[in-house]
């Protein structure tokens, strides 16, 4: 059973969401370790930005941030701090879950492959016959896209860079 910590600060945004997670199937958790995490920006006394920051310090664990911030800029530091994915309340529980299942689907099973080319979202390196190299979290995703399919349109990869955060 996978452990979401859920940082929220609105109690009964915080009672919904462990109610929809446990429903179905995670245990919900109020401090690491876990194996994603859910966080507020607007939290008292630090925010939630700091609160990636230092779990990103000892951890690679999915970070969803789940808040009512909705600015591109506010995005943006979002990922800057290491975010995998920025949804804004009001949130589609489907949505959310859905995006969930996904990261840590991805998180359990790093690695990709196709023909001699290995691809390790974990630890963000490729590997082609015995030789490997190190990629940034933008070409890791843009290579996990093309691996996907056989052709991607430059809108399909877009897309995945925005929406589909690792």
């Known amino acids: 059973m996978e452990r979401i910590l859920v940082i929220e600060d609105d109690e009964s945004?915080?009672?919904e969401l462990v109610i929809l997670l446990q429903a179905n199937g995670?245990?919900?958790?109020?401090?690491?370790?876990?194996?994603?995490?859910?966080?507020d920006v607007n939290l008292?006394?630090?925010s939630g930005?700091?609160?990636?920051?230092r779990l990103r310090m000892n951890s690679d664990v999915p970070v969803i941030f789940l808040t009512a911030r909705d600015s591109a800029w506010d995005e943006i530091i979002g990922f800057g701090v290491g975010a995998d994915d920025y949804i804004r309340k009001p949130y589609?529980?489907?949505?959310l879950l859905a995006r969930m299942a996904r990261l840590l689907k991805?998180?359990?099973n790093p690695m990709m492959t196709a023909g001699e080319l290995t691809l390790n979202m974990s630890e963000l390196t490729v590997g082609y016959r015995g030789q490997a190299a190190d990629l940034t979290k933008n070409e890791a995703?843009?290579?996990?896209?093309?691996?996907?399919?056989?052709?991607?349109t430059r809108q399909e990869l877009v897309e995945d860079l925005w929406q589909n955060n690792l």
């Open 13 to 15: 945004v915080r009672q």
């Open 26 to 39: 995670y245990m919900t958790v109020t401090e690491p370790p876990c194996d994603l995490a859910l966080l």
């Open 44 to 46: 008292p006394g630090t």
């Open 49 to 53: 930005y700091e609160l990636c920051r």
């Open 141 to 152: 995703r843009i290579l996990a896209c093309l691996m996907k399919k056989e052709l991607c």
């Open 106 to 108: 991805r998180k359990n």
């Open 92 to 95: 589609n529980s489907a949505v």
